[in-house]
């Protein structure tokens, strides 16, 4: 774990001074509002509006915190369509997500590896897990992306109606609603 929290440190240093419009995601930030759980790798979405400028900036941040910085990956994930690069660590054995999206991020300050930094909203993270449950087969594949959600609602306050419009728009609201009674059962509480 202190490899993984020295490798997130040096991210946060790296993408703090960068200039580009960032936030942590996945494991990392399920960590942050709901309960502390291993991964083998970094999320982090970047916003990708001026593409050149956002492919030499994110190289610039691989290179600063000792990452492999295929320029490649990068060219590809910003072309591609899928949006995604898998950068290994050249010290620990763990890897690097970087996310490109479009649009601004939907983000909110906090504290990343004990250094100031920026995280996915828990609406946000809460949609995308609700995307990768709807999408993930066989379903007990999913059931760590189900647990995720329920640790997310149980200790973060979040906005329920905003998650439930955008659940509802991306035709993912079933799968919430039965997260939800499901965590009232296991809690005990009637509906």
Do not use: W
């Not at 960032?22 to 509002?33: D, I, N, Q, R």
Request: glycine letters at 6%; one cysteine or more; hydrophobic letters at 40%.
């Amino acid at each position: 774990m202190e490899e993984y929290n020295e490798l997130v440190s040096r991210l946060v240093r790296c993408l703090r001074d960068s200039g580009l419009d960032y936030a942590f995601t996945g494991a990392l930030a399920v960590s942050f509002y709901g309960s502390p759980r291993t991964t083998s790798d970094v999320d982090v979405i970047v916003a990708a509006a001026a593409k050149e400028d956002v492919k030499r900036k994110v190289i610039e941040v691989l290179q600063c915190a000792g990452l492999e910085a295929d320029e490649r990956k990068i060219e590809n994930a910003l072309t591609s369509g899928y949006g995604i690069a898998n950068l290994k660590d050249k010290v620990t054995p763990y890897s690097v997500d970087i996310i490109f999206a479009i649009g601004k991020l939907d983000k909110q300050f906090g504290k990343v590896a004990g250094l100031a930094g920026y995280l996915q909203k828990p609406e946000g993270l809460i949609a995308a897990k609700l995307r990768m449950i709807k999408v993930t087969v066989p379903k007990e594949r999913a059931l760590k992306d189900v647990e995720d959600v329920k640790a997310i609602l149980a200790f973060t306050k979040v906005n329920l109606r905003r998650i439930r419009l955008r659940a509802k728009k991306e035709k993912t609201l079933e799968i919430l609603e039965n997260i939800i009674e499901e965590s009232a059962t296991d809690s005990g509480e009637a509906k």
